[in-house]
Each structure stands twice: as C-alpha cells, then as structure tokens.
C-alpha cells in the first residue's frame, strides 16, 4: 500500500487516501497532480497528515506539482515543529531536483532559498538538505559557487557528521571549477578555520580539502606532522594554477576562440594573477597562477632547472616545455629579472647579491671566469647596477676583470698615510686612458687633496706637513717655495699654488719672480736693524743690499711692509665683527700688538672683544654689553658666589669686560656685594646672607663671615646693615655689640666669654681639617695605585696645588679669629675689673688679665692637629714625585729589592698603608 496512515477519522481524508493508493496501484499517474491539489487543502486542517502524504507524493511523482509548492509549504519550512519542517522539506528537495532537470529551468530563486536552510538551527533539517544537495546537477555548480561562503561556515561549527560529508563531497566538486582568484581566497578561509578548529573530523575534512591543490600536504600523516608545520606548509606553499581550456568553451558557448580569450583575460586581475596562454595538442589553453608566489619562488635563489619542472609538474604542469616557456615569459614582460643557462636559473637579485660579496670580500670579479655560464652583456649589466649603490670601480685594459677603487686603492691609501706625494702613473698601463683617469678622479676626492702635478698628487699628510713648513716660515720671516718643496718631496708648481692662496691674507708681499715670500715681521725687523745705522753711506749700502736681496726696489720696501697691512686696516673699518684668532695669523701679531694696531685705526665707536670676536657696530657693542649686564643681574640674584672664570668659560667672553660690568652694576647700585678675592670671586649680598644665617648663633664681623680678606671699615659698615636686616626680620634673633662687631644669639649669652670664643673657633676650624683629611685620603689613594697614569699625576699635582694655596689662606683666617676673639675676651676681662670693689681686688689679687687666647690648651691642641696635617700633606708633596718613580722602576722590574724597600719607606713615613 502506498499511503497507509492508522488511526485517521476523518472520512473525507480516508476516501482521499483510498483514492490515491487505488491510482497508485492502477499506475494511473496523470491523476497524482489532483491528488496533490485535494491533499495541499488540507494542510490547513491536517498539516502534518496532508504534509506526509505529499512528501510521499514528491519522492515518487515530483512532477505532480507545480511551482506554487513553495509557497504552499512555506510556513512550515518557517515553523518550529520538526516533523512538519522534515517533511516540508522532503517536498521542497524532492520538487526542486524535479524543476532542476528540466531544461529550460531558469528562475533560482528556489534553489537560493533551499540553500539558505543549511542555516536552520536544527540538525535534521540540515541532514535532509545535505540528502538533496548530493543529487543536484553539476550544471547548477555555478549557482553553488556563489553561496560558497554557506559551505565554508558549516566548516566552521557544524557538528552532523553526515552534514560535514555532504559539504566535504560539494566543495570537492566545486574546487576544480573556482577561479584562482576564489580559490586563493577560499584556501585562506580553510586555513584559518583549521588553524582555530579543535575538531578532528572537520581538521580532516579541511586537510583533505587543501591538499587537494597542495599536494605537499599529503606528506603530513606519514611524516606525523604537528598542527604548527602543517600551518606552515600552507603559508609557505607554491602557486596555486588553473587551467582552462578555452576551445572547449567555444564550444560551448559557440564563440571564437580570441572572443574566449578576450573575455577571460579581461575578467582577470593582473596585479594578482599572472596569465599564460599557449597550444598544447592543438588546444588553445589559459595558465593562471599566483604573481606573488611565483615571484617569491624564484626570487632571491640560484635553483637547477630540474627543480623548477619537478615543482610545476607536481602542481599540474605536466608539459615541461610550458614552464619553460612560463619563466620566460614572465622575464619578457619583466615580472620577474633572472638569467637561464642550461642547468640553472639566477635569480637577478641572487646574482648581483653574490657579485656584490665578491667585490666586497675581494676587490673583483673574473669576468672570463663568469663569461662561461653569463653572457658578457648581462655581466656588464649587473656591474653597472652595483655601481649605483656606491661600489665604484673600473675594468682592467683587456675588460677581463673589473675591479673595485676601494680594492685598487687600498695600497694607495696606506702610502698616502706616509708620503707627501704619491705618483700615479705606473697605474696608466693597467687600464685605458679613460679609466686611469676615473682612478685619479676617485684617488683625488676620496684620498687625495686637489693639488697635484701631471699624475703626481698631494696627500693630506702632505697638506699637514706644508702647513708645519708655512708656520716655520712665518717664525724666520720668509718662505723659498723651491727650497721647502725640495725639503718636502713636492713639486715646486704645487708649492706655489698653495703658498700663493695662503698668503694673499698674511701680511707681507712675494719678490719680483714669485719664488720668494716675505713676511712684513721679517721685513720690519730688517728696515729697523737699517735705520738704527748711523753712517748714512752704510745705511745706503744696506738698503740696496736688502733691495736686491728681496728682489724689490728700495723705493718700495716700505711699501711693500705696509701694503698688506693698509688692506687689512681697511677691511676691518668695512665690516662689524671678525673672529681675532685668524687675524692675528694673517697680521702677524700677538694680541697685545693686534689691540695696538686696532687703536691705531681710531674706530669712532670703539671695540668689545667677546666670544673669540672683535666687535665694531656700536649697535652691536651696546647690545652685548646689556645682553650681559642683565645676565648677571640676575645670576646676582640667584647665586651666593660668582666666579670670574665661570663666567668667562660661560659667556666666552673677556675677564676685564665682566669685571667693568659687575663694577658699574656695584656703583649703579644694581647689585650689592663684596669682592672676596680681587677680581676673581664676587661673594654676593645673598651669599653673604647665607653665611650669617648658617652662623646664627656665633658672628664676629671682623673675621667670621669674610674669611676671605681682610675688611675695611666701609666692608664692616656693609655686613653690619645686612646683620641688622636679618635680625630686623627675625631671621636672627640675639644681641649685636657695634662697639666689637659681635652678634651673639640669645643660646649663648648666658655662657661664659672664653667658652663662647672656643666653641666659636671649633666650629671654625672644623671644616679646614676635614678637608685637609679628605685631601690627604685622595692623595692616599691616587699614589697607592698600582698604574699611575698620565692623568693620575695631573690629578694629585692639581689637588695639592690647591690644597697648599688654601692652607696659606686658612692660615690667616684662623690667626685672624685668634687675634679678634683675643681682643675680646681680655676686652670683657678688663671691663669686670673696672666694676670690682676694692675688697674685691684684695680678695682676687692672684687673678690674672687672659693674656693668649692661641695658648688656650683646647685652642692650642686644634691648631696643633692643623700644623700636622699641613705638614704632612707638605711632604706628601715632596716625595709624591719619587713615589711615581720608584713604581714606574718596579713595574719593569717587579725583584728590585732596593726600590721596593726605598718604596715602602716613603709610605711608611706618609702613614700610606697598601
């Protein structure tokens, strides 16, 4: 029985099935197209009865319907109900492949939508999918194609394994018919999706898939290759190709063969795919494959020919005589630069990359060598394009070798490091006219100066040794061209070329034939010796004599002398400013005759010499000076001590320059402050201060904030307005005695006067003893060294310089504290004297004026402790000398005995322990 379905009720729906099973059994088919209509009535009233039956009707009879199915049995594609969408769907399937064989079936719009259900969220609507997708066509691949992307993503997260094998079985039969340019795509795509995938089975389907058109691939399962090579595999792969036959599509499509062609280069994207046509067996074909990948295979790599036909055959281009032809004419249309020989491919890139090591690791290539398997052209080639990126050189006479100028060049370079002159010309019959004079050409700009005669060339050795001569020339006041180019090896035509350069800025003038310069000093001195002859007729003599000497008239020679010096004077009164140094060359002068002489020109505005430069423009001079003047105005501000030569290394400019300013600045009364050492520190109001404030408790005007000098009475009068400033601000706070000059803090005024005086002193004298201990351990450990080098001896010398000029300067500041704290405490004793009662007086007879504060026995020990550090770091100085020389003797012989033990002495006696 066809159509059996117990347990029904309806008597309508009963007949209708009798019906349809009696037609069934008679085989009377033409009635089927009703049954279907009467059944799609009930879909509404019985969908899952009427739904069965008309899936039984669609397998056996889908010629029973008409295209309104679709719509008939939408809602139930649409619905929620498994049993209902199933069997919608056995309809649809069933419908669709009837429709499909039909010949002249166009409309895919059923076809897209069928498709489209492989989205649906159940897996058994997409088993049956997958059923009626295995029977479409293959004409209908086209249409399949364009929903490529649906097969894709059920890779991706399909789990019905009857799903996957329908997908892996579609994309199989899809593959051979995609364009390259989708291919590449879809590789990619299959790529990652294994890459992210942990599914074995759809690993499976995708490798074998991919392999497909990298058959490299198949190596993996015996090689047991890991998921991160396999990967690799793929990124790394050769070109995938494509084949089309295009009389086969003429064929079909009734079309001439050029029309085919036309029509699919055209659709073709050339920076993407690289094309072939050509005939194999009198067909006409079109080769697609990858520009990028076969560029990169044959790039950068010298690979046998062999290699290459192996590789395209594996990939299907199994005519060898079409990859030849495929290289070549990827070199005719410049897609790729290389060379063939019989045996091999040159990647352009490989081979101008290994002719560049050559020229690099030897100096040149063999030409004759190279010519056996590259032709000369391409050789030429190559050289010209290495000679772009820098690698300069020239070919030898026969043009059988190129070599390198760096090569050629290198014995040249090292003579020129110890001659003035070198001759070229034994090169001359090594190479062609041309290219000897290329030599000398990059001989000259790379090693050479621009001097030379004929083929011989001045070094910059020689240029330094001229330059040693000129100056030579200048301290005896003449130069002979002849006899210093004879001294110095050179030919006397360079000599003269140089000199006559040099000497148009130096002060003096040549003789008559050019060969003789005299420098004005020189010619100056001799008139002076002339005019200090008394007898007239030997003067005379003399003259002629030095006339005749210098090859001038005598009418002339003071001209001459002057000459130089006029243009000279004249070219500073034209210009604003010049840098002294170079002047004081050319003129001949040191900077006290170069100061007179621009005395002499009388410049309106006067001069300001500053940053190694003389300046005119009073514009100039005024902006400087205030530039300057306001500089140090504010480093007044945030300094506590200026020192002269900081400020000289600072605004490179002359000492007596800021020494005027700061005066101008003091008498303005711009700034306020006291010189601390003549003309080379300036202690500023602000450092001044700070030392009354870092003394608060203890201050002795007279000594103990100017250590530095010894102050006048104005000096005094200036620290006494500053202390009362600050006690007037209550930065300090105690008592100031004008009549001593003495500020006491209210800590200690309650202490007695001798006590005050010592701990005053203490604190005085503290800092100078850590740093003669300081001192001391510095040179300790500078001598104790067992290299003393050059700089080591600059740095002791200059320590203990320093060290001995601050020990006579302390020296008298401390005696100058003994002698002020003296005064006061014998001052204080006699005023208590004076208030004492005469039976006080009896009873103190035995009490004595403080006659020596310096015999105080604390006073008296830290002065000792000081004598004793100055006279060690004394003889510290004395032997520092002999110990550098005895270490120098007993590092070139380590056994002597008598130097080590003579060695050890003097560390022994300077406390020094190694």
Not at 671 to 679: F, R, V
Request: charged residues 30%; contains cysteine; aromatic residues 8%.
């Amino acid at each position: 029985m066809f159509i059996e379905i117990p347990n029904l009720t309806d008597k309508k729906l009963i007949k209708l099935i009798n019906n349809i099973n009696e037609d069934y059994e008679r085989e009377k088919w033409n009635k089927f197209e009703t049954h279907s209509n009467a059944v799609i009535k009930w879909l509404k009233k019985e969908s899952n009865t009427a739904l069965y039956i008309l899936s039984l009707i669609a397998e056996e009879m889908p010629e029973s319907f008409s295209h309104s199915i679709f719509a008939d049995i939408d809602p139930y594609i649409k619905g929620d109900k498994t049993k209902e969408k199933i069997n919608a769907v056995i309809i649809y399937g069933s419908c669709l492949l009837n429709f499909l064989s039909q010949e002249d079936y166009s409309d895919m719009t059923h076809l897209n939508g069928f498709l489209e259900l492989l989205y649906d969220s159940k897996s058994e609507t997409r088993q049956n999918i997958c059923f009626f997708l295995e029977q479409f066509p293959d004409s209908f691949d086209t249409q399949l194609l364009l929903k490529l992307n649906i097969f894709i993503k059920i890779l991706e997260d399909e789990s019905n394994s009857e799903v996957l094998k329908t997908t892996q079985n579609i994309l199989s039969r899809l593959q051979p018919k995609m364009s390259l340019i989708i291919l590449i795509k879809y590789i990619q795509q299959l790529r990652d999706i294994y890459e992210n995938n942990k599914s074995a089975e759809i690993s499976d389907i995708i490798l074998n898939l991919i392999e497909k058109e990298i058959p490299l691939l198949k190596k993996r399962e015996n090689s047991n290759w890991s998921k991160n090579q396999i990967l690799r595999e793929i990124d790394n792969r050769p070109t995938l190709i494509r084949f089309t036959d295009l009389n086969i599509i003429s064929e079909q499509e009734n079309l001439s063969l050029e029309e085919v062609e036309n029509y699919l280069l055209s659709q073709i994207d050339e920076d993407t795919i690289y094309t072939l046509v050509f005939i194999d067996k009198n067909h006409k074909k079109l080769l697609e494959l990858e520009k990028e990948k076969i560029i990169s295979f044959l790039s950068q790599r010298k690979i046998k020919l062999d290699e290459i036909v192996r590789i395209f055959n594996d990939l299907g281009i199994k005519n060898n005589a079409v990859v030849m032809i495929l290289i070549k004419s990827m070199l005719e249309k410049h897609i790729i630069r290389g060379y063939f020989t019989k045996k091999y491919y040159y990647d352009w890139s490989y081979l101008k990359k290994e002719f560049l090591q050559r020229l690099q690791q030897y100096g040149s290539i063999d030409i004759l060598n190279y010519s056996k398997s590259i032709d000369k052209d391409t050789i030429h080639k190559l050289i010209n394009e290495i000679e772009t990126q820098g690698i300069l050189g020239i070919y030898n006479l026969e043009k059988s070798k190129y070599h390198t100028f760096s090569a050629i060049t290198q014995e040249i370079e090292k003579e020129s490091y110890r001659s003035n002159i070198i001759d070229l010309s034994p090169y001359k019959s090594g190479f062609t006219q041309e290219n000897f004079y290329k030599l000398e050409e990059y001989c000259r700009t790379k090693i050479f100066t621009k001097y030379h005669y004929k083929h011989s060339w001045l070094t910059h050795l020689g240029t330094t040794n001229i330059q040693q001569e000129l100056r030579i020339c200048e301290q005896i006041g003449e130069c002979n061209v002849e006899q210093r180019a004879e001294k110095l090896g050179i030919h006397p035509s360079i000599l003269h070329k140089i000199t006559k350069k040099i000497f148009e800025h130096k002060n003096g003038f040549w003789n008559k034939e050019e060969k003789n310069f005299y420098f004005s000093k020189y010619v100056k001195k001799r008139i002076s010796s002339i005019q200090n002859e008394l007898d007239a007729v030997k003067r005379e003599k003399l003259i002629d004599s030095l006339a005749d000497e210098l090859q001038v008239d005598k009418d002339e020679i003071s001209q001459k002398v002057d000459e130089k010096l006029n243009k000279i004077g004249k070219m500073l009164s034209e210009k604003d400013e010049f840098l002294i140094n170079p002047l004081l060359r050319d003129l001949q002068m040191d900077q006290k005759e170069f100061l007179k002489f621009v005395d002499s020109l009388e410049k309106p505005d006067g001069y300001l010499i500053i940053h190694d430069k003389i300046i005119f423009s009073k514009k100039r001079i005024d902006e400087e000076q205030n530039k300057l003047s306001q500089s140090i105005k504010e480093n007044v501000l945030n300094l506590n001590v200026m020192k002269i030569n900081e400020l000289v290394s600072k605004y490179k400019c002359s000492s007596h320059i800021l020494i005027n300013i700061l005066e101008n600045l003091l008498k303005n009364g711009e700034i306020s402050g006291l010189w601390i050492k003549e003309n080379e520190k300036f202690l500023t109001e602000r450092g001044i201060q700070e030392r009354m404030i870092e003394a608060k408790s203890y201050i002795d005007l007279n000594s103990s904030v100017i250590e530095e000098i010894t102050l006048s009475e104005e000096g005094i009068m200036y620290l006494e307005k500053i202390l009362l400033d600050l006690m007037e601000q209550k930065r300090l706070t105690g008592v100031y005695d004008q009549e001593s000059h003495v500020f006491q803090s209210d800590s200690i005024l309650g202490d007695a006067d001798l006590d005050n005086e010592r701990e005053h002193f203490k604190k005085e004298i503290s800092p100078f003893l850590e740093d003669l201990e300081r001192t001391y351990i510095m040179l300790r450990d500078i001598l104790l060294q067992n290299d003393i080098l050059p700089n080591d001896i600059d740095s002791y010398e200059e320590i203990l310089e320093e060290t001995i000029r601050k020990i006579l300067q302390d020296q008298s500041v401390l005696k100058r504290i003994i002698n002020n704290a003296n005064n006061r405490i014998n001052k204080s004793a006699r005023k208590s004297v004076k208030t004492k009662t005469r039976r006080d007086k009896k009873e103190d007879k035995d009490e004595k004026i403080f006659k020596n504060f310096a015999n105080d026995e604390i006073i008296a020990s830290l002065m000792n402790d000081f004598n004793n550090w100055k006279t060690l770091l004394y003889a510290i100085e004395q032997k520092a000398g002999e110990i550098v020389f005895l270490k120098k003797k007993l590092k070139s012989d380590p056994e002597d005995s008598k130097n080590k033990e003579k060695l050890n002495q003097i560390l022994e006696y300077l406390g020094f322990s190694d």
